[in-house]
Each structure stands twice: as C-alpha cells, then as structure tokens.
C-alpha cells in the first residue's frame, strides 16, 4: 500500500500538470460554447413557482423582484410577515401574477416542511428553491458563550434551514426538473475574523450542494451564489447578539468591511437571477471577488496577516481608521447602509 502511495504521490503532479497544460484550454473553449447556448436560450420564468426563504429585506427581497419582474409567481417566506406583505405588494406590481406570504422560521424543520407544504397546495408545482435566510454575529471564537448558543443559531438558520428546505422540495423540484438557488458567500472561503461560525455555516453550504448536485444530476439544476459585500442588513451591521435579538453595530461593520466598496444589492440579485436562468453552476457578485479565491490559494499567509493587521483591534482597527479619516465612507458604502434602521416586523 506505501508504494501505491509512493507512486501517486510522484505521478500525480505530473498529470495534474500536463492536463493544466493540455486538457484545460480546449475544457474551457468547450465551457465558453457552452455558455454562449445557455445565455442565448435562457429560462423563461413566466408562470413558473419560485419558493425563496429570507425573502424580507436584502438580496432574498430583490431577488423577488427581478423574479417578479420575470412574470414568475411567488411564495415569499420569513419570521417578518409585515415585510414580506410590503414585498409581495411589489412584485405584483412588478409583474409578478400570484405571490404568497408564508411566516416562517427557517431554522425548524416543521416550518420548512409546512412552507413547502403551503406552497403546493396554492400553486400545485414547484419550479425554483431559492435558499437565502441567513443571519450572522460578529464575535471571536474564545469570546463566545460557552452554551455557544448564538453559534448554533447561525448554523441552524444558515445551514440546516437550506438542507431542512432543500430535503421537502426535491421531489417536486424533480416533477419540473426544477432549480435550487443557494446563497452562499465569498466569507466561505474568505474566512474573515469574527465570522467563524458565519464562514463555517457558508462553506457547509457549498459543499453539501455541490455534493448535492451529484447526486440530483440531470433532474434539479443547482446554481450556488457567493456574493461578497453587498448592501443588506448584514452590511449595515445586523449581528446577532448573545441574547438572541439583533442589534445593529454599525463601528463593528466598519471594522469588518473597511473600506472594501460594498455592490448593490439589486445588481447582485439581477446578477444572480440571470445566472439561475442560464442553469450556471456557480455565480459570485460583485464578479471581481472571484479573484479573492485565487489570492485565498496562492497567498493564504499574507491574506492571514492582512486581516490581523486591519481588523483586530476593535474601535482602533486600520479598517475603521481608514474610512474615518478619509471620508471613503461615503464613496464606498451606500447611503442605505450608513442608516442603523432596520426592519423588525
């Protein structure tokens, strides 16, 4: 067995070379081909059901619009059923033929299991899964509560809210030969300080529906989303406190994002729709982030050592320091972040 070891681990760097060197250029032509079908002959969402969960503010609320504005018909859920009214209103106005309001908390498996449910019984089909509910805390690992409490919220809502959703929609995603839509998010491989559970919750995500897409195959097309910074609640501040209510800490944002611009959130949900009707496997919004992933790879030390320089000390971090002394603030962030209000109902 040590010497099949041996042998691989002398022949498979050569053959990932070699097919680095021959087989990706024409993979990648072949992927470009392709593409150019897939944004010629793109999904018509007319008539078609789309399920998003988190649908209440930030991206899951636009992306009710741009499905809206497609002429798909809608069941928005989340735990604000005051917004998700206000939201419901305007993609009907947008273009949206029927839309229905589920309350709903992702985070337990008979709430996702009745949302499904409900929304069966109003369309009687299912075309579209957009897993979007997401929370997050900005909080060190050692600094936690040791019930570790508002870590396990974050990875029942981020992660097992997607997989408790995904798991009673299948079957009739595969009736359509449906799609699942999945934010995920560039923290999953960006690993940022503070955001541990948050990024752990994230690359959970992506691994467990690309894992997910295997076994599907053909039946349910899975597009996985990574957005980076993006106006929302999160980037105005919303953390999760230890309490379980959640607080806007705007000083903390700054320390976290810096002067990193922040996209808008309505490109983002374009963007993302856009790939979703493609049938594309992956989509990353602002599209420059994906560089990230390649500096995460070759670089993990100084990308370490950045984010210990600029983030680490609290009201004093080079991040906040930076946007305070510069004004970059308000060329950065959008005005819609620089407010502290946020939805609670």
């Keep these: 067995m040590d010497l099949i070891h041996m042998f691989l681990n002398l022949v498979a760097p050569s053959f990932t070379f070699f097919s680095l060197f021959f087989i990706l250029p024409p993979f990648y032509l072949f992927k470009s081909f392709l593409f150019i079908l897939r944004s010629l002959f793109p999904e018509n969402l007319a008539g078609k059901v789309v399920l998003i969960t988190g649908a209440s503010s930030g991206i899951g609320e636009h992306l009710a619009y741009e499905y809206g504005k497609r ?6 859920a989340a735990r604000r059923e005051k917004s998700l009214h206000e939201i419901a209103d305007r993609a009907r106005y947008l273009g949206s033929p029927d839309v229905i309001v589920i309350r709903a908390d992702v985070s337990k498996l008979n709430d996702c299991r009745r949302l499904v449910d409900e929304t069966m019984n109003h369309f009687r089909r299912l075309d579209h ?21 508002t870590f396990r919220t974050i990875m ?24 699942i839509l999945v934010l995920s998010s560039a923290a999953s491989w960006m690993n940022d300080p503070r955001y541990s559970v948050y990024s752990a919750s994230k690359a959970a995500l992506t691994a467990f529906f690309d894992t997910l897409r295997i076994e599907l195959g053909s039946d349910v097309t899975i597009t996985i989303a990574s957005p980076g910074y993006i106006e929302s609640e999160l980037t105005t501040g919303k953390f999760l406190q230890e309490d379980g209510n959640f607080q806007v800490q705007q000083d903390m944002r700054d320390v976290q994002i810096g002067p990193v611009p922040v996209a808008s959130v309505r490109g983002c949900a374009e963007a ?3 790939s979703a009707r493609r049938g594309d496997r992956y989509v990353t919004q602002p599209s420059w982030f994906r560089m990230t992933y390649l500096w995460k790879m070759l670089f ?42 946020i939805k609670t109902d």
Excluded at 323 to 340: F, R
Aim: charged share 20%.
């Design 272 to 274: 993302i729709v856009k």
């Design 71 to 76: 002429g798909a018909r809608l069941a928005l």
């Design 129 to 149: 899964l957009v897993n979007n509910a997401g929370i997050n805390t900005a909080c060190l690992f050692e600094d936690a509560p040791p019930d570790m409490a």
């Design 156 to 179: 029942d809502t981020n992660f097992w809210g997607s997989v408790y959703a995904t798991r009673f929609a299948v079957p009739h995603l595969k009736n359509t030969q449906g799609k």
């Design 300 to 341: 993990p030390e100084l990308i370490d050592l950045g984010y210990r320089l600029f983030t680490f000390s609290n009201q004093e971090a080079p991040n906040k320091k930076i946007l305070d002394l510069t004004g970059l603030k308000n060329v950065v962030y959008p005005s819609s972040i620089q407010s502290p209000e």
